[in-house]
């Protein structure tokens, strides 16, 4: 399976001006988020202390990724790259080297 490292942030044009619906969005995204980490669809998840932002770490294929971002669009902004694991790229090495 592969794994994601997604940085993630708010789109400013749909966040609320309004500071309880702010706060009602945020405490139901984080709802949303609580529930998958408990379920394995994301394997951890942090916002940077700045709130400009924050990433998820995830496994899955494009298909699992595109729904879960559907969930947060429009309010949230997605940038995923797939990633390789040490183990991955040595065996890369050698194969690309033979």
């Given at each position: 399976m592969t794994r994601f490292l997604t940085m993630w942030k708010m789109n400013p044009d749909m966040v609320?001006?309004?500071p309880e619906e702010r706060m009602k969005l945020w405490l139901s995204m984080m709802d949303m988020i609580k529930a998958s980490l408990r379920?394995?669809?994301i394997l951890d998840w942090g916002?940077?202390?700045d709130l400009s932002?924050?990433?998820t770490i995830s496994e899955g294929d494009d298909m699992d990724h595109l729904i879960?971002?559907?969930r947060y669009?429009?309010?949230v902004i997605f940038d995923a790259k797939p990633v390789l694991?040490?183990?991955q790229v040595i065996e890369a090495i050698r194969k690309a080297a033979s």
């Open positions: 609320p001006k309004d379920s394995g669809e916002e940077f202390c932002g924050g990433y879960g971002f559907m669009t429009p309010y694991s040490a183990d």
